[in-house]
């Protein structure tokens, strides 16, 4: 291989690694010290982007191209800073001590709102900046042309990474962070003021963030899609390098951007999931990142002390419950029989999830691959060997169960955003089998045709044949829920510790959870392929896996009736909002902004925390009476 073509790769892998790092110092940077799983930070990441190309082109025309350029990338970084300030304010400071699926699902809201938002100011083209001043055209270098751009590229992010470094271990203030990073209520017993450490943090983060989008300008035209390619990368470098470490996010960087470099040629076919591929396997050497600091397990639960309906739902409610729905469709059209299928489906799919996290205390940002999974196994097993229906739905738990056998080993010896994070790992990377295996898969077109026997081609009957068998389920995991195995799983949930010093396996009773919610989201999954006719790589990537949290969180953690009502609202949502209008991402995202942080219970843990405090109130009254 030429040593000029080698060495022209390596300076794109270093150029790609900066980008990388300028973007993940400030995700990680706002983690370590608030917590926060923030991921608006692609949001800020391409607003830097136009609001650049605004500041540029016209800062360029009055102060002419060189200066004019340069000013218009520091004011966009400090005006990206300003807007962190004024999520923070307004947002992120009422969740420092949420959960991260709160974190999470507040943040998605904001990407859909801010999707909505820049089409509106900016228009729904893309918009290429102009060329850096004193970098444009490219240098030959042993017979390959390089840009000086790029080469700019490299210099920053070594540049930026000694800045943080100083700015860290040389001023008071950044003692006070990397203090704070590593026990925030000690910091906060010495008088410091927690409130402007932390909006300073995100002001640094969010500046980070909008100068990469900034200095991204030159090199690509602003887009839509900013957002979104950049957050999953952007995480990935961080949980490689360990949340909250700066340095570990500069190497992870330079792993990853030369490991693309050369990966694309020597493995282009997984080019989709590299990056994942990467990610999984540094997490399963090293849990914690390369320079991560353990987490303990015990955060979730305690941050989600209250009510629940285990002690409100028995059995005879349970069926008055299939009742109404039973009652639902009847009089209704085609479609609305579809929808409220669909209905139940997703409500399988999201009581799995909330098994998993709510009863488990494992949080999954991946939990669409069992779902998917499920779905393939029936449509392949119809589509590839005219299995019938009964084959097919028996398959569906099967394969799902099987791959949370094997992910499941991995994921449980983990905890936090870590093992979220893994279990996004492998979701993508079944999304990338699924859109390259063609032959098999039908790639990006899927499969058609996977239809019910004709006794349930009508659709009110196939309704009722899958409430049926969603119900056996629903009952199924109630049952588990109550038994001993799901005291145990509570218990590990909130103190695995002590659970652990009374000589209970949590690693097992964890795994365990896994195949359950597992196979019962690969049911739905299969059920879903029959109910649509067809389905595609879409239902194993990470829009799904968020519906299936906003489902969740929606109807109530720690709910048993709770993914019904989430379910049925988030569908609700998606029929009206996005057939009344085009800005249905701005009012969908509102509505899960509001949710996190007006009704964070959801629908049925609010109902339930009124009802406890109507009945804490008669007893009280009782007792004074008495």
């Known amino acids: 291989m030429d040593f000029g073509f080698v060495l022209s790769q390596i300076l794109t892998g270093l150029s790609s690694a900066s980008s990388l790092f300028l973007i993940a110092s400030g995700l990680t940077i706002i983690f370590g010290v608030t917590r926060i799983v923030n991921f608006a930070h ?6 830097g982007a136009y609001c650049a190309y605004t500041a540029t082109e016209s800062l360029m025309a009055i102060l002419g191209s060189s200066l004019g350029f340069w000013v218009g990338i520091l004011l966009t970084a400090v005006f990206v800073g300003l807007i962190g300030l004024f999520l923070e304010f307004f947002l992120l400071r009422w969740l420092y001590k949420s959960p991260e699926l709160f974190q999470l699902l507040a943040t998605f809201g904001v990407v859909l709102i801010v999707q909505d938002l820049v089409p509106f100011l900016w228009g729904g083209e893309d918009l290429l900046g102009p060329r850096a001043p004193g970098f444009k055209g490219a240098i030959e270098i042993l017979g390959w042309s390089f840009p000086r751009y790029e080469l700019f590229m490299i210099l920053i992010g070594p540049c930026i990474w000694g800045g ?17 990073t590593e026990d925030r209520e000690t910091v906060a017993t010495l008088g410091i003021n927690q409130a402007w450490l932390f909006r300073s943090v995100l002001f640094l983060g969010a500046f980070l963030a909008g100068l990469a989008g900034a200095l991204q300008l030159p090199k690509e035209p602003a887009n839509s899609l900013m957002d979104i390619n950049i957050i999953a990368e952007a995480f990935v470098v961080t949980v490689i390098g360990g949340m909250g470490s700066v340095t570990g996010a500069f190497l992870a960087a330079l792993l990853i951007g030369l490991l693309q470099a050369f990966g694309i040629l020597i493995f282009p076919k997984i080019t989709l999931v590299f990056i994942f591929l990467v990610m999984a396997f540094v997490l399963m050497i090293r849990p914690n990142g390369l320079l991560g600091k353990y987490q303990t397990v015990e955060t979730y639960s305690k ?4 009510p629940h309906d285990l002690t409100f739902i028995t059995l005879p409610r349970i069926f008055i419950t299939l009742g109404v729905c039973a009652l639902l469709p009847l009089g209704l059209g085609d479609f609305e029989i579809f929808v409220l299928t669909e209905i139940l489906v997703f409500a399988l799919f999201a009581f799995s999830l909330n098994f998993l996290m709510g009863f488990g205390g494992m949080i999954s940002f991946g ?3 069992y779902f998917g999974l499920g779905a393939y196994a029936a449509a392949l097993m119809t589509h590839h ?3 019938g229906l009964p084959l097919a739905l028996f398959a569906s738990p099967i394969l799902p169960l099987i791959a949370a056998a094997l992910f499941g080993w991995f994921c449980t010896r983990m905890s936090g955003v870590y093992l979220a994070m893994l279990t996004l790992a492998f979701a993508q990377i079944l999304w990338s089998i699924a859109f390259q295996w063609v032959a098999l898969t039908g790639g990006d077109n899927g499969l058609i045709g996977i239809w019910p026997p004709k006794i349930l081609s009508d659709r009110l009957l196939f ?3 899958a409430l049926s068998l969603i119900g056996f389920v629903f009952i199924l995991l109630y049952k588990i829920t109550l038994s001993p195995f799901g005291l145990l799983l509570r218990a590990a949930r909130d103190s695995s510790k002590r659970l652990s010093a009374d000589g209970v396996h949590v690693g097992h009773l964890r795994w365990a959870a896994f195949l359950i919610a597992g196979a019962s989201a690969g049911l739905a999954g299969g059920l879903y392929s029959f109910a649509k006719g067809s389905i595609d790589p879409h239902i194993l990537s990470i829009p799904l896996s968020v519906d299936g949290l906003s489902m969740v969180l929606m109807g109530g953690i720690q709910t048993l009736l709770g993914p019904l009502m989430g379910s049925a ?9 996005m057939s009344l209008t085009e800005n249905w991402r701005f009012f969908m995202g509102s509505a899960i902004v509001f949710l996190v942080l007006v009704f964070p219970r959801g629908l049925v843990g609010s109902l339930i925390h009124v009802f406890a405090l109507r009945k804490a109130a008669r007893s009280e009254k009782t007792e004074r009476s008495s």
């Open 463 to 465: 309704y009722y044949f």
């Open 303 to 306: 941050q989600n002390e209250g």
């Open 164 to 180: 943080l470094w100083l700015l860290f271990h040389k001023t008071r203030w950044g003692i006070l962070v990397r203090a704070a």
């Open 385 to 387: 060997f005219q299995a």
């Open 569 to 577: 609202a988030l569908t609700f949502l998606k029929t009206t909002v």
């Open 367 to 369: 939990h669409a691959a």
């Open 42 to 47: 692609g949001s800020l990441y391409m607003l």
